[in-house]
């Protein structure tokens, strides 16, 4: 071991550092270099000592920042999993070695401190849609000559954002009266605050409310975590889920405090039990004293699933929520691709959305208008009950405090883009058919669960777990092999599935992403 630590040294691989408070063994900590050099050494403490897991996890991070070749690459991972195999195998006890005191840190800074982050943040899901670019980042070499790698991962349109989101600009930036630099009020600039109410009436069906405009629907979401929850009151979330809703909660309450993960009604239906939410519900009223369900978050159109979450499922989940006083979060981001209504009507001019006080809609300006650079979002809450009114006026705190406004330049594209009007996006909309389906006869040809495409912009597919179980290594192969990439359905709490996007290409591209995709899965699950 000394003669191990010493070599270590000698090539400044790692650093030893001393804790004179605690009798423990010196704290070995790992810098971001040499990681190719460690392996052989690394593999041997791993099978001799009990070194925590967080040191094989600091590897694994510095490995994965590095710009080295595949190979290389590939140990810490090859690694991690003889450590997850050993470790699990092993009645062995970390008492001589406590986890707390490993801790990320960059030797070349010399301090003799230790820089820890949060607990909270450490355990928070890594975030799915940077891996897969990293994933597809590396692999573009590949497919310089060969068309370049498609992707069927991250939830965006093809199409550019409204003229006249870009004339509103033009025109903004050219004024000589412009203010785009200042400051504007918490909820949004009210001309587009105007404007919304307007939408919101016409379109949503939601009347007497507040509005507040936000830098994106993720931070929406976050506003509302952040104002409902803390230690004694705990979130829903229906399996599969949205990834970042899974990550707001992590890093604000933790999951053990925050996290309810609700079932499908099925195992391939990817539609909410509202039977075991009414379940949940009366038994909690039956343990006072203890932490209860105090907000269910409900994605319609679904993100994930792309499935239009039927109208009674909804409904029930409004009338439980009211009888038991839980506030519910509908977001409804994906408001504009209702392709079950699209089927009945020519002009679907409206997406009718809950306007009981205890709901709370959630909408985005990223999807139907492509705005997802500008980052603009908005919430809209109740102005009928005191309750309504002072759960908003207590998220105005969270407003002021992380964005302080939205960017008020974000917002001038956004009162474009309403005043384009809603038939633009449907419009638009209609030009996803041919890759929705090429997709799904690429998912139905070789697998035999697929779900979704009644909604939002994506279908889920459920691998053959005989033949293959580790989806991110899948979407990792379809990237490397076939040039085309997906979401991995365990990062949605889902595993052995994956969620494939059908807008993110134009209909020509998509439907040649489609044969990609096809060919990879077939052949990927023969061997």
């Not at 498609?150 to 550019?160: E, F, H, P, R």
């Not at 405009?213 to 803390?230: F, K, P, R, W």
């Not at 519900?281 to 679904?302: N, S, Y």
Request: aromatic letters at 8%; charged letters at 20%; one cysteine or more.
């Amino acid at each position: 071991m000394l003669h191990l630590l010493f070599l270590c040294r000698r090539h400044q691989c790692f650093t030893r550092i001393h804790n004179s408070k605690k009798q423990t063994p010196p704290i070995i900590i790992i810098s971001s270099s040499h990681v190719c050099s460690l392996s052989l050494i690394l593999l041997i403490l791993l099978l001799c000592y009990s070194i925590p897991k967080v040191v094989v996890e600091a590897l694994i991070l510095s490995a994965a920042r590095t710009r080295s070749s595949r190979s290389v690459r590939a140990v810490p991972h090859l690694l991690f999993q003889k450590y997850n195999v050993f470790m699990s195998s092993a009645n062995t006890s970390n008492e001589n070695f406590p986890e707390e005191d490993f801790n990320l840190h960059d030797s070349q800074q010399g301090s003799s401190s230790l820089l820890t982050v949060g607990r909270k943040i450490q355990q928070t899901a890594e975030p799915c849609v940077i891996l897969m670019k990293q994933i597809i980042s590396e692999y573009v070499p590949l497919w310089i000559d060969r068309g370049g790698i498609y992707s069927l991962a991250q939830g965006v349109v093809y199409w550019k954002p409204p003229p006249m989101a870009y004339n509103h600009i033009l025109e903004s930036v050219s004024s000589s009266h412009s203010d785009l630099h200042l400051y504007n009020p918490a909820d949004g600039i009210p001309p587009l605050v105007s404007a919304l109410r307007e939408k919101l009436a016409k379109e949503n069906g939601l009347t007497d409310i507040n509005v507040m405009v936000t830098s994106g629907a993720n931070q929406a979401y976050m506003n509302c975590i952040l104002t409902l929850l803390d230690e004694n009151k705990k979130c829903v979330l229906f399996r599969p889920y949205y990834f970042n809703h899974l990550m707001a909660i992590q890093m604000t309450v933790g999951e053990k405090d925050g996290l309810v993960v609700g079932p499908c009604l099925d195992d391939d239906s990817g539609l909410p039990d509202v039977d075991w939410l009414q379940r949940q519900l009366e038994d909690q009223e039956r343990q006072q004293g203890q932490a209860r369900i105090h907000v269910v978050t409900v994605v319609d159109p679904c993100n994930p699933t792309g499935l239009k979450i039927p109208k009674d499922i909804i409904q029930r989940i409004i009338d439980l929520c009211k009888k038991h006083a839980v506030w519910v979060i509908m977001d409804v981001t994906y408001e504009h691709f209702d392709h079950s209504d699209a089927a009945s009507h020519d002009s679907p001019a409206q997406f009718l959305c809950h306007n009981d006080p205890h709901v709370i809609n959630i909408f985005s300006f990223s999807k139907g208008y492509s705005l997802a650079g500008f980052r603009v979002g908005y919430i809209t809450v109740s102005n009928r009950t005191e309750e309504s009114r002072t759960m908003y006026h207590q998220m105005l705190k969270v407003q002021d405090t992380i964005p302080i406004c939205a960017s008020r330049i974000s917002q001038i594209a956004a009162l474009g883009s309403l005043r384009q009007g809603r038939q633009w996006v449907i419009d638009k909309v209609k030009t996803l058919d041919v890759g929705r389906e090429a997709v799904k006869e690429a998912l139905s040809s070789s697998l035999d669960t697929v779900i979704g495409g009644s909604g939002a912009m994506y279908f889920m597919a459920k691998l053959p777990t005989d033949k293959y179980r580790d989806d991110v290594e899948f979407a990792r192969l379809l990237v490397r092999d076939y040039g085309v990439a997906v979401i991995p359905g365990s990062f949605c709490a889902a595993p052995g599935w994956i969620r494939v996007c059908y807008s993110n290409l134009e209909p020509t591209q998509c439907v040649a992403a489609a044969a990609r995709l096809a060919e990879g899965i077939r052949n990927i699950i023969k061997t």
